[in-house]
């Protein structure tokens, strides 16, 4: 499926920009595929490996906090130190000053009922 050093998005086959609702679509149809219980005996080993990465991108995808710092990270893991010098401080004030402040604590699933 997806070695070690893909992202969490490759491990469920979706773009960064995916919404929530697609994340979850993803996970659903990679588990009905993987999950052991459903999987033949000879294949157990694998799949159980193969299932375990599938949940944990998902568990972290579908937490916003989560997913907003995995792709902090993998952002810095793509740009090495020299990219932030090369923005503007004014640039960099911001992009500091945006993500200050705002701390939501709500479930982003049921939030969306308008």
């Not at 990270?73 to 401080?89: E, I, K, M, N």
């Amino acid at each position: 499926m997806a070695s070690s050093s893909s992202s969490l998005y490759e491990v469920l086959g979706i773009s960064m920009s995916a919404s929530g609702h697609e994340i979850k679509a993803a996970y659903r149809r990679l588990a009905r595929m993987c999950h052991p219980d459903v999987v033949a005996m000879n294949q157990k080993e694998m799949s159980t490996t193969e299932f375990m990465k599938i949940h944990a991108a998902y568990s972290t995808l579908s937490d916003p906090d989560k997913r907003a710092n995995y792709d902090r990270d993998l952002f810095q893991r793509r740009h090495p130190v020299g990219f932030s010098s090369a923005l503007s401080s004014a640039a960099m004030a911001s992009i500091s000053s945006f993500s200050g402040g705002y701390n939501y604590k709500g479930n982003w699933e049921t939030d969306q009922c308008w």
